[in-house]
């Protein structure tokens, strides 16, 4: 009965994923046939019209800015697969008849077809224009964190423009570090400080229009309702699938893959776990590559740091972002010795900004048992980019695997999903 009852939980899905491919390519038919005039579809349509008409700017001039010609993605700070992407330098006539340089930075969906089926599927571009023409400009969150949006719309379901400030040019020095790049303690306590300052901005209160599930929906602010659920269903199919394809490209060890399939089997009840209070709006995807570095000069005597690519912006427990990010991005040996040390910073650093609001302060046991227990997402979402095709090259893929696996090992997620499972966990 078990085994019928998977076939035919996997034929839904099947056919979930088919009937969801077929409407978004008729629904890209469409946005092809009734794009605007100056509605931009490839990077080489980004010219002085157009840019004049999105951006509402006098622009005379456009040039592609040599800084960022050539140059690996990761280096550059790109932001998101799945896109095509372009660092400008606008010349802006302004109304004193006086000339100025904007810096921006555009997204537009992929040229790759099957790409862009896929991130449409799953409200991947939906989420990332929402968060930026809705939610990053709301006062609640300090200053200097997301790049500034001069545009930001879809056009129908499928297509859409994006054009952020290139932060690049908020100083000096701006880092973009890849997640293989040398991370220092001070930095990643930063990273830490700066998590829990993002986390305290929405506190028990995340901004209706990011991810959410049934359970999370009624907990934003405004409250939705369960059907407004938003966030991209975890497929069985395609977990198991991925999870093939890194198994015969990289292994993975027997515990570890003991706890994934247990995760893939019962993820909706660790999901119905994950959406309890209290929730607020985490990135979502925020390992190094996602993040950018500003160093000290004149104007700000220390080094500060932002975040970019919204693609994965939700409803979660802060310590999401919090493990996601160092599990994957900080040495495994490194983090062992400082790992205690790090999620004491962020209880601290999140309760001084959250209790004279009136919110009940995260204990270190609670955001231990979350630490712990996250491991496994982080397990569940880099498995799912490096067996997907080429989501993610090989030579990153196998380190930062490994990184996830020993923190799986070492800090007992095996433990933590068990007691979820158990209804014995906090």
């Known amino acids: 009965m078990a085994s019928l009852f998977a076939f035919i939980s996997k034929l839904e899905e099947v056919f979930f994923l088919a009937r969801s491919v077929v409407l978004v390519a008729v629904r890209m038919l469409w946005d092809w046939m009734t794009c605007p005039k100056h509605w931009p579809t490839t990077i080489q349509h980004l010219d002085v019209p157009v840019l004049s008409s999105l951006t509402g700017m006098n622009v005379t001039h456009v040039e592609h800015d040599a800084r960022f010609l050539n140059r690996d993605v990761t280096e550059v700070g790109a932001g998101g697969i799945g896109t095509s992407r372009a660092w400008l330098t606008l010349t802006v006539q302004n109304e004193n008849g006086s000339t100025s340089k904007e810096h921006v930075f555009v997204k537009l969906p992929t040229e790759s077809v099957l790409e862009r089926v896929f991130l449409t599927v799953f409200g991947v571009y939906h989420n990332e224009l929402n968060f930026y023409n809705s939610i990053a400009n709301q006062p609640q969150f300090a200053p200097g964190l997301f790049p500034r949006v001069y545009f930001a719309q879809m056009h129908g379901f499928t297509s859409f423009v994006l054009i952020l400030e290139n932060v690049a040019y908020r100083s000096k020095q701006v880092e973009f570090p890849p997640i293989l790049a040398e991370y220092p303690l001070p930095r990643a306590k930063l990273v830490v400080r700066t998590l829990a300052t993002l986390h305290a901005a ?225």
């Open 202 to 426: 929405n506190w028990n209160a995340p901004p209706k229009g990011v991810w959410t599930d049934k359970f999370s929906a009624p907990l934003t602010q405004p409250p939705g309702r369960p059907h407004d659920a938003t966030r991209p269903r975890f497929l069985n199919v395609i977990a198991t699938n991925t999870l093939k394809q890194v198994q015969k490209r990289y292994g993975m060890p027997e515990g570890v893959l003991k706890l994934y399939v247990k995760f893939i089997n019962n993820e909706q009840r660790v999901r119905k776990y994950w959406s309890r209070k209290p929730l607020t709006m985490v990135w979502g995807d925020g390992h190094l590559g996602n993040m950018y570095f500003v160093s000290p000069d004149e104007s700000n005597p220390t080094e500060t740091m932002g975040f970019y690519d919204a693609q994965c912006v939700a409803a979660e427990h802060g310590m999401r972002d919090f493990c996601y990010h160092l599990v994957s991005g900080y040495d495994a040996q490194k983090l062992q010795e400082e790992e205690v040390t790090l999620v004491h910073l962020y209880c601290d650093s999140l309760n001084q900004l959250i209790e004279p609001k009136g919110h009940e302060p995260l204990t270190f046991e609670a955001a231990w048992f979350q630490y712990r227990l996250h491991v496994v997402w982080a397990i569940a979402a880099f498995v799912i980019s490096a067996g997907a095709s080429d989501l993610m090259k090989a030579d990153v893929a196998r380190p930062v695997l490994e990184r996830i696996y020993k923190a799986a090992q070492r800090l007992d997620t095996a433990g933590a999903l068990a007691d979820v499972l158990s209804n014995r966990a906090p």
